[in-house]
Each structure stands twice: as C-alpha cells, then as structure tokens.
C-alpha cells in the first residue's frame, strides 16, 4: 500500500466507554498530553515533580487543546535501577490527579504499570489506565481494569526499563509487534477486560532502536490487523534525535514531522509533550486525510 493510499479517507472509527459515557475514537485525531510527575524521565524530569507545578502543567495542557493528560509518576527510561516502589508513585501522581480532577479538568489517564498505583489513581479520578508493559509487569493489573471496566492502553514492550534497549533483534519488527500485541490482548481478555475497552500502542522507542522505530512509524497501518484503536508516542524519542542528531528539549520539528506521520498513517491519538503545536499538526493532517 502506498503512503498516498492510507493518507487519505476515514479513519476506522471506536468508540469506548469513558467517564460513563461514550467517547468516538477516529473522528478526528485526539492529543494526549504528557505530565511527568518524575525526577529523572529523559526530556522533562523534575519540572513538574512538586504538586503545584504539575497541577498547573496540566491545567496548561487542556487549555492547549489536550483531548486527555497523561500523569506518569515513574521514569521508562532504560537504565540500570530498580523498578520504583508502588508507594513512592503513588505519592507522586495521586495528589496531581485528586487536584486535576477538583479542577474540572478533563479526561485523565495514569502512567503505570502497577495495580496499587492504577487502584489509587482511578479512585482519586483517573479515567484510563496506560501501560506500557502491556500487562506484562503486573498480572493484577489487567484483572483492575476488567473489574473497573475503564480503558486502557496496551503498548509493546520487551524486557523490562533497564534491559529493553540491549541490542533489541527482530526478524520482522512490525510483524512482531503486530503479533505480540494481540497475545497481550488476549492476555487482557482472559482477565476479564473488555476488547472494547483497549488501545494499543506499537511502543516506539521501546525495545527498539532508531531504525525499527523508523520502521515501525513508517507501518503504522498495519495494526489496523488489530482492530483496535492506536495511540502513538513519538515525541522527542531518540530515534528523531539520532536522525537529527538533537537532543531532547530541541526535537520540536522532529516530533513534529513524526507526528504528521503518524496521523497520515491512521493514529486515533498521538501522546505529545508539546501539546499546543501538535494539536495544529493533528488538525492538519486530519483535514488533509479527509480531503
């Protein structure tokens, strides 16, 4: 299929249940907006680590135009550490997440892969549980968010953060990530979670290095297999700044033309750092897609 064939046309519409009701997934392209409640994640860690500032970051990022805010209290990046403990993430995202939601913010989503910390988060208002371990890490996560009936995201992952880049090997990495995405759903099932309840996210940068990330953007409509929505996470990934060669806080037009890229290619949501901008590339694209 060529680029010009899947750039144009309807996206294949979802709907899930959210905050009691319904929300479609596809009629345009939503941004989720990134809010680090970390010390050490690789492009904002420590900005927004005290409450307050967090709590302002994402007020920030609704009025930028973030469709939902994604409030993560544990780094991804790899490297050689000890997985945090469920009580230190707990005391990172929950008041960020009680306060969003006196607020009136908007829809909100938690970064983890632990049930403790998805349980206190849901309770304190979260609406969608985002794990990158696509259940993997936590066998009782999967069964929360069937008992919860909220949505979540299932993403690709291999090894866990500190061995996922040691020289990462694939045969045929979108096929691979095709296939081991719909074992995790069907892990996800078989704990009694809702199909219709699941995103799926290829994990680019994850267990993988700038060419398969490259490869994996540019093959974007082929988890349409999956039949289920697709968020995609390029922003200031390493592989923009391997091709550029720039770090993190100047990959701005980077992630700019990747998240085009992943809107052309049939992304539902795209999670950016910053939201203001890629809400206007979204915008394009999308109106370039149904042209």
């Keep these: 299929m060529s680029t010009a064939a899947f750039a144009a046309g309807a996206k294949r519409e979802y ?28 492009s904002d860690g420590g900005r927004f680590l005290h409450p307050d500032d967090a709590v302002a970051h994402g007020l920030a990022l609704f009025e930028a135009g973030a469709d939902v805010v994604d409030v993560g209290g544990e780094s991804t990046r790899p490297g050689d550490r000890r997985q945090l403990d469920p009580e230190t993430e707990i005391r990172r995202v929950v008041p960020v997440i009680a306060a969003l939601r006196g607020r009136g913010a908007g829809p909100l989503s938690v970064d983890t892969t632990k049930a403790a910390v998805a349980a206190a988060a849901l309770d304190a208002g979260a609406d969608i549980v985002n794990d990158v371990s696509g259940f993997a890490f936590d066998p009782a996560l999967a ?24 020289e990462p090997s694939y045969g045929d990495v979108m096929g691979e990530v095709v ?40 093959r974007l409509p ?30 701005l037009m980077g992630t700019a033309a990747a998240v085009a890229a992943c809107v052309l290619a049939g992304a539902h949501v795209v999670r950016v750092h910053d939201v203001k901008a890629m809400v206007e590339v979204a915008r394009m694209c999308d109106a370039i897609r149904a042209s």
């Design 179 to 218: 296939a081991e995405l719909r074992r995790r759903i069907d892990v996800a099932e078989a704990a009694g979670v809702s199909r219709s309840q699941l995103l799926v996210d290829p994990g680019i940068g994850f267990a993988k290095n700038a060419a398969h990330s490259l490869e994996v953007l540019r």
């Design 15 to 42: 709907r899930i249940t959210l905050r009691g009701g319904e929300a479609l997934l596809g009629a345009r392209t939503w941004v989720m907006g990134v809010l680090n409640v970390t010390p050490d994640s690789f």
């Design 222 to 251: 082929e988890l349409e297999a999956l039949d289920r929505p697709v968020l995609a996470g390029p922003s200031r990934k390493s592989f923009i700044g391997k091709v550029l060669d720039l770090p993190a806080g100047e990959r």
């Design 143 to 166: 069964r929360l968010v069937g008992e919860r009936g909220v949505p979540a995201v299932v993403m690709h992952l291999r090894g866990d953060f500190t061995g996922m880049h040691a």
